[in-house]
């Protein structure tokens, strides 16, 4: 495996694809490169293409989540997102561009079982163990996106800016398919620069986790308040950071046998979160 | 690394962990989990704590203090003091992350030690006594 370390994202752009891989922190790819999951001729290291820091209400997307967690500047809903996910060395470690674009934790896929997601013809999770994974949008694959960043960031009304486009970090993810197992609209030669968050007149992040730090999402809800609209963004409840446009749709979800406890607790964080950011 | 200069060839997409215990002879980095979860693999790069079982070597650009470094730390006696260590393994990960916070917040919480420490698991459940170690560090 080669390493190349570009100094622009033109530069960047132009040896990414084909086997060639992004690498910032490393945190993510590491392990899968390690356990076989994700193969790399040549990993591309972004961290001098990529800017860091923040700016006003511009994120550059190689700041990493230590950075965001401790700036006042930054929305109370992301910074306690940062705070609350993984661990400090991680933080320490980790850029929000790669967060966003972290893999899925469900089980199968990591142990590298054939499931829809590694290009395979079913799910095994739904006829297997699955008490982590979703109670929305899991007609095909049913994991659980386990960025809480994401979730804050959604709620935010966040736009994204890449080498290629601008556009909202909703549009940055799409459903997986039984043809196509993606789950982002990334090209493989196309890099995020930088996040455009919208300041909140108020916001907030409720993570529900198997004990009080250092864990994974169960259910994870942010809830932002801009120009007197409340914007809902779920973690750990679909394969995708998902969405809420009202409370009713938590009626629509489709839990799993295993999956079923998430939607009270799913529910009763909503409802707290959204009592947190009403108008006084 | 801990003040001192060394070369070393190894191939792309070698752990700075490996690094250490491989080629330096450096065996107080542990390597427990080698995936990101447990801690015990923590060094620090210029004062922040990382992971080493997940670092790739040839990304690292800064000075990397392991627990060979900290060997005089007032840290090492405190935990001594405290009997915060069992079997051991995750104890130089510990120290390592506890001399970062101590140095950033010399008088930590209760609060900041759970906060800071929370990536340094310890399967023998010295948990208490940790705290109490990096509570009272400079006694
Ligand atoms: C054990 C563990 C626990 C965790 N717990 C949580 C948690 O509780 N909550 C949470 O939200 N997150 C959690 N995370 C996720 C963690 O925050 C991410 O792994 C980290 O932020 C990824 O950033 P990185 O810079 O290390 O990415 P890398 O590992 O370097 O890259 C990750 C992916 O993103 C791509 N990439 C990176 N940057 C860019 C960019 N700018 N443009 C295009 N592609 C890019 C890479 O090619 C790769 O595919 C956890 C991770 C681990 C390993
Ligand atoms: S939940 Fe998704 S990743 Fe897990 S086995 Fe099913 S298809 Fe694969
Ligand atoms: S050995 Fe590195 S985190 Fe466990
Ligand atoms: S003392 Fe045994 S793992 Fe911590």
């Known amino acids: 495996m080669e390493l190349r370390q570009p100094s622009s994202a033109e530069e960047a752009v132009g040896l990414l694809g084909n086997g060639h891989v992004a690498l910032a922190g490393g945190t993510e790819i590491v392990p899968l490169l390690r356990d076989g999951l994700l193969r790399?001729?040549?990993?591309?290291?972004?961290?001098?293409?990529?800017?860091?820091?923040?700016?006003?209400?511009?994120?550059?997307?190689?700041?990493?989540?230590?950075?965001?967690?401790?700036?006042?500047?930054?929305?109370?809903?992301?910074?306690?997102?940062?705070?609350?996910?993984?661990?400090p060395q991680l933080r320490a470690m980790g850029s929000i561009g790669g967060n966003l674009l972290q893999a899925t934790r469900c089980w199968?896929?990591?142990?590298?079982?054939?499931?829809?997601?590694?290009?395979?013809?079913?799910?095994?999770?739904k006829d297997g163990r699955h008490d982590e994974h979703a109670i929305f949008g899991n007609d095909v694959c049913a994991s659980a996106h386990p960025s809480d960043v994401a979730a804050a960031l959604l709620a935010l009304g966040t736009m994204l800016r890449t080498t290629a486009r601008e556009l909202p970090l909703a549009e940055l993810y799409r459903l997986p398919t039984t043809d196509d197992p993606q789950t982002t609209?990334?090209?493989?030669?196309?890099?995020?620069?930088?996040?455009?968050?919208?300041?909140?007149?108020?916001?907030?992040?409720l993570k529900a986790m198997d004990r009080q730090r250092w864990s994974f999402p169960?259910?994870?809800?942010?809830?932002?308040?801009?120009?007197?609209?409340?914007?809902?963004?779920?973690?750990?409840?679909?394969?995708?950071?998902?969405?809420?446009?009202?409370?009713?749709?938590?009626?629509?979800?489709?839990?799993?046998?295993?999956?079923?406890?998430?939607?009270?607790?799913a529910r009763a964080l909503v409802a707290r979160a959204l009592r947190a950011v009403a108008t006084g | 690394m801990n003040g001192h200069r060394y070369a070393v060839d190894v191939p792309v997409g070698t752990s700075l962990a490996a690094v250490l215990r491989d080629e330096l002879g450096l065996t107080g980095t542990k390597v427990a989990c080698n995936e990101?979860?447990?801690?015990?693999?923590?060094?620090?790069?210029?004062?922040?704590?990382?992971?080493?079982?997940?670092?790739?070597?040839?990304?690292?650009?800064?000075?990397?203090?392991?627990?060979?470094?900290?060997?005089?730390?007032?840290?090492?006696?405190s935990f001594v003091r405290a009997d915060a260590t069992q079997c051991g393994f995750c104890t130089p990960g510990q120290i390592v992350s506890a001399a970062a916070l101590v140095a950033v917040s010399p008088a930590p919480t209760r609060d900041e030690i759970r906060h800071g420490m929370a990536g340094?698991?310890?399967?023998?459940?010295?948990?208490p006594k940790i705290e109490e170690a990096i509570l009272h560090w400079r006694d």
């Open chain 1, 40 to 87: 790399a001729d040549a990993l591309i290291d972004i961290r001098r293409a990529v800017p860091r820091g923040i700016h006003g209400t511009t994120i550059g997307a190689g700041t990493t989540l230590a950075e965001l967690e401790v700036d006042p500047g930054i929305p109370v809903v992301l910074r306690e997102a940062c705070r609350l996910a993984a661990s």
């Open chain 1, 108 to 125: 199968y896929w990591r142990l590298d079982f054939p499931c829809y997601l590694h290009g395979g013809d079913r799910c095994h999770a």
């Open chain 1, 185 to 205: 609209t990334l090209a493989d030669d196309e890099l995020i620069l930088e996040l455009e968050v919208p300041i909140p007149e108020a916001s907030v992040y």
């Open chain 1, 218 to 265: 169960i259910v994870g809800v942010a809830a932002a308040r801009t120009a007197g609209e409340v914007r809902l963004g779920l973690a750990g409840v679909a394969p995708v950071p998902w969405t809420l446009t009202s409370v009713d749709d938590l009626d629509r979800a489709t839990p799993l046998p295993g999956t079923a406890y998430k939607l009270p607790i």
């Open chain 2, 36 to 77: 990101g979860h447990c801690g015990a693999c923590t060094v620090q790069v210029d004062g922040v704590p990382r992971l080493s079982c997940i670092t790739l070597v040839h990304t690292v650009e800064g000075e990397v203090t392991t627990i060979e470094g900290l060997r005089d730390h007032p840290l090492v006696e």
């Open chain 2, 120 to 127: 340094n698991l310890c399967r023998c459940g010295t948990y």
